[in-house]
């Protein structure tokens, strides 16, 4: 019996799953981001977010997170490290997405400006 997913971005779009992980990493990399999500919307439920809200700015040092293992695969395929970074932050984005398209919360998603940002709709902390 196939698993029926809800979509709860608004308006739907497009997903994508990075490739080269192992399902553990995958699956940290996942649990660590969903953590990341939660404590933005408990502390800032009416303000959106971007990504680089999340894993940006003062938070771009991965190592000894489960991040770092998407920076490392790009690293090791040839990639500069700012093109290893870039490339790393737009796994996390597409990983992001995911994550909140199967959440049981509703977000709005905004991509008018330069990155894609999102709003929780309604009061489902």
């Not at 308006?11 to 990341?36: H, K």
């Not at 490290?81 to 199967?102: N, Q, R, Y």
Request: a negative charge; aromatic letters at 8%.
């Amino acid at each position: 019996m196939q698993q029926e997913i809800k979509m709860t971005l608004i308006p739907e779009s497009e997903l994508r799953e990075p490739s080269g992980m192992n399902v553990t990493d995958r699956e940290l990399i996942r649990a660590f981001m969903q953590g990341a999500i939660y404590c933005w919307v408990k502390n800032r439920p009416e303000e959106p977010f971007a990504v680089r809200d999340l894993v940006g700015g003062m938070n771009t040092n991965w190592s000894q997170t489960p991040l770092q293992v998407l920076y490392d695969r790009h690293i090791d395929s040839g990639k500069t490290e700012d093109d290893a970074f870039d490339a790393a932050a737009k796994d996390i984005g597409w990983i992001v997405k995911t994550l909140l398209s199967e959440d049981r919360r509703t977000f709005e998603v905004d991509n008018s400006g330069f990155v894609n940002t999102y709003h929780m709709i309604g009061d489902n902390v």
